[in-house]
């Protein structure tokens, strides 16, 4: 019997962190999945900071040549996220670095105006769902479940006016192009973030593990029957 091939494809949401508080390897779900027993082969596509862009852009690199028959895909925070700056303007202002520490000092202190004021994301929703079109039709012999991108604890919506909202329709975007692996459902009640309140800590990624062995042994009983 041939082994499926498994891609996960996630952002710094799938991966360990040093910081704001140590996140081992082994706690993450991408690592423990892949112990998970079956006829399974996995591979990973993992980057902090990634957007759809990104993923777009990599379709023409090393993430078009997989050939997988299911898909992970655990992205969007980065394209959602309320903007004080465009990536345009971190760019030129980063070049110029009295300014650039001037306005990083005001931006902290207005952070949640600006923000309310501009609406800026670095993916807007239209681009958002093109991109994910495209890589559908890059893997569309794969099966592609996404994992929703979590809800914004207190402290994330504090400093990110809008963020909850953002999330909610980022994720509906995802929801009608793909199956959903329901990750976080009521999780709105648990710990599970780190203290910077959007990666997740070691009790989201176990709610995120268990909802992808549920996906996994779902496809190893289809295969077998």
């Avoid at 019997?1 to 040093?18: H, N, Y």
């Avoid at 600006?114 to 890589?135: A, M």
């Avoid at 479940?145 to 402290?155: N, R, T, Y």
């Amino acid at each position: 019997m041939q082994a499926k091939k498994v891609l996960i494809v996630t952002d710094s949401l799938g991966l360990p962190r040093p910081k704001p508080d140590f996140l081992k390897d082994q706690e993450c779900w991408p690592y423990r999945v892949s112990k998970i027993a079956g006829d399974f082969e996995f591979y990973f596509h993992m980057r902090s900071g990634y957007s759809t862009d990104d993923l777009v852009a990599d379709l023409k690199e090393v993430l078009g040549s997989y050939e997988p028959d299911l898909i992970f895909l655990q992205i969007g925070i980065v394209d959602c996220a309320p903007r004080a700056l465009t990536k345009k303007e971190l760019a030129f202002i980063s070049r110029l670095p009295i300014f650039n520490k001037i306005l990083h000092t005001l931006i902290k202190k207005y952070r949640e105006n600006i923000i309310l004021w501009r609406q800026i994301t670095y993916v807007d929703e239209l681009r958002f769902e093109q991109n994910l079109e495209k890589f559908k039709a890059h893997f569309r012999q794969a099966k592609i479940a996404f994992v929703p991108i979590a809800p914004a604890s207190e402290g994330y919506q504090a400093n990110s006016p809008g963020v909850e909202n953002n999330i909610l329709k980022y994720n509906n975007i995802l929801c009608r192009l793909c199956e959903e692996v329901p990750a976080f459902i009521n999780s709105e009640s648990l710990n599970i973030f780190l203290p910077d309140g959007y990666h997740l800590n070691s009790s989201g990624h176990e709610l995120v593990y268990e909802s992808v062995k549920t996906r996994l042994m779902t496809e190893l009983d289809q295969k077998i029957s």
